[in-house]
């Protein structure tokens, strides 16, 4: 009896199965896309259909949002006809398992706006259509972006499957006032000339470095930019190698952690600080610099106590322990960051989704974005009218200018996680007086074969 | 009438369970997710892979270690509590609803607030620095441990105070006042009259208060954050991060089959334990 039953358990299970499996659809587009550049969002019919965007909640303009996502829908009616329904994440989880659900249904958002580093793995699950020269007349052509922010659309020109929409370049601010007073009339534009200016202006409660050691991707983004610097892109693609555990990437830790242990020019609070209380201790005038904040850090400093003190640079691009990059190093100036726009290939309003997107990155959109939410253009026209009016912009522009995307594969969310986990773990040693190379090099070993293991996995 | 229960079990139950077993023995991440019945199949090279090469049972260890000491801590406070309000007093009511609060208040408040004082040179650190301790970091290191334990402890403690508060009404007036009569002293009244009445509370309560603590979430991953500090990776924080960071979802529902085996044996407990409250059973007996 309980045999009988356990086979008509299985087999229900294997109906729902194969139920599920029918549900999935196929790879192909549900609809074909226009010939090249045959459609502009202007001639497309969409009177009666409704265009489904996924999309971050914006944590600090929330009522903006809402106000904007039914601009948008107003304006793509009256373009095209049809609606636009924005449904909000508020985390990559979150995104991660609709995209998950999608895929497998075959149903859900025609659009997803993805953040730059989750675009790799949206990639490898084949979910997104591809952008041939078709699809990118639709939204408005390749030369209407910023060259720099195409660089994680894909892994090379024939497959991009990104289209940018947002720009949120890294950059640091400094405080004139303290720098003024410590005598520094030249900006840092390597991490030595800035740990030395970081000497000078720590003195009291004033420190001359705001790092939030525990912030969740903050410390990736430091070693990953020294090292490329340094011409070690930490995984090399080509050999499919994972370099973690090498010179250049070791120094780079050292000298983020040495900047507390040693050099002792960040507040001793700063170990459990996340990047929003380092960019608090400078707002409150505690800090000389704050590496790793974008524009939109703007919304706080401009209502505290360092408003009109303060001023935009662009972080060093010279690795430490060197006066100029190396041959194969590479001045870059932050990760290439923001928010893409991608296309599902299921969605039966392909057409009609490159139609907004081709809307939400023209000219006219994109500076309003800005203007509302602080986030930089994509659009190349926007972005350079903000760089000829905008003085405080002008650093974080030129920033977006000399980002480099990070290595295009699916493995780079373990490596960024494996690259951030050996800060984690190296804390209380840090707290205790400091890391000890051993103790680092065992730990980059162990971020190394994580690495390594991820990207073996990758297809 | 068995049909609409045999229904729900299999649909939310069975079917997803099945799903789960069928995941864990699959190569599922995010390159093959969108053709998902197609994934190789491995076998138990999941259960392999999540045994000798990742910290499972480092996180095993953690969460057994860390549901019991929170269950076996928070039990005297419980009944403690429910004592002393179970006579009435004035301003009883305003007591009780305070002493509800860590429970009702959402586990992500509980841990940012706590994160916070934690900090260091938070509230925490002057407070124990004032009697000349210095504990490093609550947040990382050894001491995070004992941190989950506290906070764990602080925001679950009511549960047994609910459940111990519930068995005190089915203590009769009359045993009350018969022990009265005896002379019995507050502590053998408790001893010998009112413990024996709680026993079936206090162990239920000891059994669901170790499920929750064993497959809690959100307040470890609030209050530490991930990458997980390695002396607070519990199981449910190593299943998500697998999951939803590394998009090893073989691995990590490797990883729930797991934690799933883990929470049969109380979970057996429980039912047997509600299974002999039931009224069928009271007549049988």
């Given at each position: 009896?309980?045999?009988?039953?356990?086979?008509?358990?299985l087999?229900?299970?294997?109906?729902?199965?194969l139920?599920?499996a029918?549900?999935?659809?196929?790879?192909?587009?549900?609809s074909?896309s226009?010939?090249?550049?045959?459609?502009?969002?202007?001639?497309?019919?969409?009177?009666?259909k409704?265009?489904?965007?996924?999309?971050?909640a914006?944590?600090?303009?929330?009522?903006q949002?809402k106000?904007?996502?039914g601009?948008?829908?107003?304006?793509?009616?009256?373009?095209t006809?049809?609606t636009?329904?924005?449904e909000?994440?508020?985390?990559?989880?979150?995104e991660?398992?609709?995209i998950?659900?999608?895929?497998?249904?075959?149903?859900?958002?025609?659009?997803?706006?993805?953040g730059?580093?989750f675009?790799?793995?949206?990639?490898a699950?084949?979910?997104?259509?591809?952008?041939?020269?078709?699809e990118?007349?639709?939204?408005?052509?390749r030369?209407k972006?910023?060259?720099?922010?195409?660089?994680i659309s894909?892994?090379?020109?024939?497959?991009?499957?990104?289209?940018p929409f947002?720009?949120?370049?890294?950059?640091?601010?400094?405080?004139?006032?303290l720098l003024?007073?410590?005598?520094?009339?030249?900006?840092?534009?390597t991490?030595d000339?800035?740990t030395?200016d970081a000497?000078?202006l720590?003195?009291?409660?004033v420190?001359?470095?705001a790092?939030?050691?525990?912030?969740?991707?903050?410390?990736?983004?430091?070693?990953?930019?020294m090292?490329?610097?340094?011409?070690?892109?930490?995984?090399?693609?080509?050999?499919?190698?994972?370099?973690?555990?090498?010179d250049?990437?070791?120094?780079?830790?050292?000298?983020?952690?040495?900047?507390?242990?040693?050099?002792?020019v960040?507040?001793?609070?700063?170990?459990?600080?996340?990047?929003?209380?380092?960019?608090?201790?400078?707002?409150?005038?505690?800090a000389?610099?704050?590496?790793?904040v974008s524009?939109?850090?703007?919304?706080?400093?401009?209502?505290?106590?360092?408003?009109?003190?303060y001023?935009?640079?662009?972080?060093?691009?010279?690795?430490?322990g060197?006066t100029?990059?190396?041959g194969?190093?590479?001045?870059?100036?932050?990760?290439?960051?923001?928010?893409?726009?991608?296309?599902?290939?299921?969605?039966?309003?392909?057409?009609?989704?490159?139609?907004?997107?081709n809307?939400?990155?023209?000219t006219?959109?994109?500076?309003?974005?800005?203007?509302?939410?602080?986030?930089?253009?994509?659009?190349?026209?926007?972005a350079?009218?903000?760089?000829?009016?905008?003085?405080?912009?002008?650093?974080?522009?030129?920033?977006?200018?000399?980002?480099?995307?990070?290595?295009?594969?699916?493995?780079w969310?373990?490596t960024q996680?494996a690259?951030?986990?050996?800060?984690v773990?190296?804390?209380?040693?840090?707290?205790?007086?400091?890391?000890?190379?051993s103790?680092?090099?065992?730990?980059?070993?162990?971020?190394?074969?994580?690495?390594?293991?991820?990207?073996?996995?990758?297809? | 009438?068995?049909a609409?229960?045999?229904?729900?079990?299999f649909?939310?139950i069975?079917?997803?369970?099945a799903?789960?077993?069928?995941?864990?023995?699959?190569?599922?991440?995010?390159?093959?997710?969108q053709?998902w019945?197609k994934?190789?199949f491995?076998?138990?090279q999941?259960?392999?892979?999540?045994?000798?090469?990742?910290s499972?049972?480092?996180?095993?260890?953690?969460?057994?270690?860390?549901?019991?000491?929170?269950?076996?801590?928070?039990?005297?406070?419980?009944i403690?509590?429910?004592l002393?309000?179970?006579?009435?007093?004035?301003?009883?009511?305003?007591?009780?609803?305070?002493f509800?609060?860590?429970?009702?208040?959402?586990?992500?408040?509980?841990a940012?607030?706590?994160?916070?004082?934690?900090?260091?040179?938070g509230?925490?650190?002057h407070?124990?620095?004032?009697?000349?301790?210095?504990?490093g970091?609550?947040?990382?290191g050894?001491?995070?441990?004992?941190?989950?334990?506290?906070?764990?402890?602080?925001?679950s403690?009511p549960?047994?105070?609910?459940?111990?508060?519930?068995?005190?009404?089915s203590v009769d007036?009359?045993?009350?006042?018969?022990?009265?009569?005896?002379?019995?002293?507050w502590?053998?009244?408790?001893?010998?009259?009112?413990?024996?009445?709680?026993?079936?509370s206090?162990?239920?309560?000891?059994?669901i208060?170790?499920?929750?603590?064993v497959?809690?979430?959100?307040?470890?991953?609030?209050?530490?954050?991930?990458?997980?500090?390695?002396?607070?990776?519990?199981?449910?924080?190593?299943?998500?991060?697998t999951?939803?960071?590394s998009?090893?979802f073989?691995l990590?529902?490797?990883?729930?089959?797991v934690s799933l085996?883990?929470?049969?044996?109380?979970?057996f407990l429980?039912?047997r334990a509600?299974?002999?409250?039931?009224?069928?059973?009271?007549?049988?007996?």
């Amino acid at each position: 009896m309980k045999a009988r039953n356990a086979m008509g358990a299985l087999a229900g299970i294997a109906v729902v199965g194969l139920a599920l499996a029918g549900c999935s659809g196929s790879d192909s587009p549900a609809s074909s896309s226009s010939p090249a550049g045959s459609a502009t969002a202007a001639k497309i019919d969409g009177t009666g259909k409704t265009v489904h965007v996924m999309i971050a909640a914006n944590g600090l303009y929330p009522e903006q949002q809402k106000t904007w996502f039914g601009e948008v829908s107003d304006k793509f009616k009256a373009e095209t006809g049809a609606t636009v329904e924005f449904e909000t994440f508020a985390s990559a989880n979150d995104e991660l398992t609709k995209i998950q659900t999608s895929v497998l249904s075959g149903q859900g958002p025609d659009v997803y706006s993805l953040g730059t580093t989750f675009t790799p793995t949206a990639y490898a699950t084949g979910a997104f259509m591809t952008l041939g020269d078709a699809e990118w007349a639709q939204v408005g052509g390749r030369d209407k972006f910023v060259p720099s922010t195409l660089g994680i659309s894909g892994p090379d020109e024939k497959n991009e499957i990104a289209v940018p929409f947002a720009s949120r370049p890294f950059v640091m601010a400094y405080n004139k006032d303290l720098l003024a007073a410590a005598g520094i009339t030249d900006l840092p534009t390597t991490w030595d000339e800035l740990t030395d200016d970081a000497k000078k202006l720590t003195t009291g409660d004033v420190h001359g470095l705001a790092i939030g050691y525990a912030d969740g991707f903050d410390p990736w983004k430091f070693i990953w930019g020294m090292s490329i610097q340094a011409g070690n892109p930490i995984l090399n693609l080509e050999d499919g190698k994972a370099q973690i555990d090498v010179d250049p990437t070791q120094t780079a830790y050292q000298t983020y952690f040495d900047w507390y242990s040693k050099d002792k020019v960040v507040d001793p609070a700063a170990l459990g600080w996340k990047n929003a209380q380092a960019v608090a201790a400078f707002a409150d005038g505690k800090a000389g610099f704050v590496p790793m904040v974008s524009a939109t850090s703007r919304v706080t400093l401009d209502k505290s106590a360092v408003a009109g003190k303060y001023a935009y640079a662009l972080m060093p691009t010279v690795p430490p322990g060197m006066t100029t990059n190396p041959g194969d190093g590479k001045p870059a100036t932050s990760i290439i960051s923001g928010d893409n726009m991608v296309v599902a290939k299921y969605s039966k309003n392909q057409d009609l989704a490159l139609a907004l997107i081709n809307m939400l990155t023209s000219t006219e959109n994109q500076t309003s974005y800005n203007k509302t939410f602080g986030d930089l253009p994509t659009n190349q026209e926007a972005a350079t009218a903000i760089q000829t009016g905008d003085e405080l912009l002008k650093p974080v522009l030129e920033s977006s200018a000399g980002a480099i995307g990070t290595p295009f594969s699916g493995a780079w969310g373990d490596t960024q996680l494996a690259l951030t986990n050996v800060v984690v773990q190296a804390l209380p040693a840090l707290q205790a007086g400091g890391v000890s190379e051993s103790d680092l090099k065992a730990a980059l070993q162990t971020a190394q074969s994580t690495a390594q293991a991820s990207l073996d996995k990758a297809k | 009438m068995l049909a609409p229960s045999g229904f729900l079990m299999f649909f939310v139950i069975l079917v997803p369970l099945a799903l789960a077993f069928y995941i864990s023995v699959i190569d599922l991440d995010q390159y093959t997710i969108q053709h998902w019945l197609k994934a190789p199949f491995v076998g138990l090279q999941n259960y392999v892979e999540a045994i000798n090469d990742t910290s499972l049972l480092h996180a095993v260890r953690l969460s057994v270690s860390q549901a019991l000491l929170v269950s076996l801590i928070t039990m005297p406070i419980g009944i403690a509590a429910a004592l002393a309000t179970q006579n009435a007093f004035r301003g009883r009511a305003v007591v009780r609803s305070v002493f509800l609060v860590p429970y009702i208040l959402p586990a992500f408040v509980v841990a940012t607030v706590w994160r916070t004082m934690m900090h260091p040179q938070g509230l925490l650190d002057h407070v124990v620095g004032s009697v000349g301790i210095d504990v490093g970091l609550w947040l990382n290191g050894p001491t995070s441990f004992w941190s989950l334990v506290l906070v764990q402890s602080w925001s679950s403690w009511p549960f047994y105070y609910l459940l111990v508060l519930a068995g005190l009404q089915s203590v009769d007036k009359e045993v009350h006042e018969a022990s009265a009569l005896d002379g019995a002293l507050w502590w053998t009244k408790l001893r010998y009259v009112v413990l024996p009445y709680l026993r079936g509370s206090i162990l239920l309560a000891l059994v669901i208060s170790f499920l929750h603590n064993v497959n809690a979430f959100t307040l470890p991953y609030v209050l530490f954050g991930v990458p997980a500090p390695h002396d607070v990776e519990v199981l449910p924080v190593l299943t998500y991060v697998t999951s939803f960071q590394s998009f090893r979802f073989g691995l990590s529902a490797a990883m729930a089959v797991v934690s799933l085996a883990l929470v049969v044996v109380p979970l057996f407990l429980y039912l047997r334990a509600v299974r002999l409250d039931s009224g069928e059973d009271r007549v049988r007996r």
